[in-house]
């Protein structure tokens, strides 16, 4: 990572649904401290300009070495039409989230990302407007000025899917469910290796289809093996999953496994956060297994060891509870927490 190191024990969660009768977004920002002594209160970094939903974003270095949030997309309270042809982005000593870099692709809402090129580059994949969804990706970085390039196509028009990326010295990604044209939840995944002549290739199936899931890289200690874990989401016949999925990767066995712990919660519309050594994913807010409000205030926190996921409820809390919100970790020194 360019600039200075990142000290991944601090998350933060921008706007999101609150309120389902009337529907209500939020603007509203909050950091929590997921450190193993992390139960105090952390100033809030910024606020976003907007009530919005199902944005997208990371934490992305300027060539000068300066960090910033980078918050790309959603949808707006406004009118059902408004979905955002931009992103906003802040650094550390901003006061404000108000700074505009615009997509080359315009409107685009329930993308999915990874922070790429050490750090200098969103690569934000998919997404829907009204009535359809995209097959475009594009990159945005900051520097040498803030911008947006065009990226390679999907194979087709998708949404409310899962992105991880699977190495660290090239672009090679699995692109993981989410709603397309023909498949809703869809069940089926995609390799991505930016130094094959096709670029996309077919993934193994998951067991069940899932939309607005969560998903990371996890490292199991016990067995020094990597994995692919997927929890919650919509799964078939709009039902929120109480289910895990795992799929080991540098495996010869390439399909997903069932996980027989049962999920804190559904965990619709829930973002998914992996700390920096692969350790645990953790399942910020979302919705009941039931899909309906109120949002869930809780941090769920689900492991791998010796090939056994389990999944539980953390002791942290949101402040406000709410689903389809933006969460990413942030450096340590963009806030100040105190016990």
Request: charge should be negative.
């Amino acid at each position: 990572m360019i600039g200075e190191e990142l000290s991944l024990t601090k998350i933060l969660v921008s706007n999101g649904k609150i309120k389902d009768y009337p529907e209500t977004y939020t603007k509203v920002s909050e950091v929590i401290d997921i450190g193993e002594t992390g139960t105090g209160t952390c100033d809030d970094f910024l606020g976003h300009g907007s009530d919005i939903i199902m944005a997208t974003g990371g934490i992305v270095t300027a060539e000068d070495g300066q960090q910033a949030v980078l918050i790309c997309g959603g949808h707006m309270q406004v009118l059902i039409v408004a979905l955002l042809d931009h992103c906003n982005y802040a650094y550390k000593d901003s006061n404000h989230m108000f700074d505009e870099v615009d997509m080359i692709y315009g409107n685009r809402a329930a993308a999915a990302s990874l922070v790429i090129d050490s750090g200098l580059k969103l690569w934000i994949t998919g997404g829907k407007l009204q009535t359809s969804k995209l097959d475009s990706t594009e990159y945005v970085s900051l520097s040498p000025t803030p911008a947006s390039h065009k990226g390679p196509e999907l194979l087709e028009g998708m949404s409310s899917h899962c992105i991880v990326r699977l190495s660290s010295s090239s672009l090679k990604a699995l692109l993981i469910g989410g709603d397309n044209e023909h498949v809703s939840p869809d069940y089926r995944t995609w390799y991505f290796d930016e130094n094959t002549q096709n670029l996309w290739s077919d993934g193994p199936g998951m067991i069940y289809g899932r939309a607005n899931l969560g998903c990371g890289v996890l490292l199991d200690k016990e067995m020094d093996q990597e994995l692919v874990l997927v929890a919650g989401g919509i799964e078939t016949l709009q039902h929120g999953s109480t289910s895990v999925e795992y799929l080991w990767l540098n495996s010869n066995n390439n399909q997903w496994n069932l996980g027989q712990e049962v999920l804190c919660n559904a965990r619709v519309g829930s973002a998914s956060i992996v700390p920096q050594d692969k350790s645990r994913l953790i399942l910020v807010g979302g919705l009941h297994k039931n899909g309906i409000m109120p949002n869930q205030q809780s941090l769920c926190s689900c492991i791998m060891a010796g090939g056994n996921p389990s999944c539980k409820i953390m002791s942290q809390q949101l402040r406000i509870g709410r689903a389809f919100m933006t969460a990413m970790l942030i450096p340590d020194s963009f806030t100040t927490c105190t016990n």
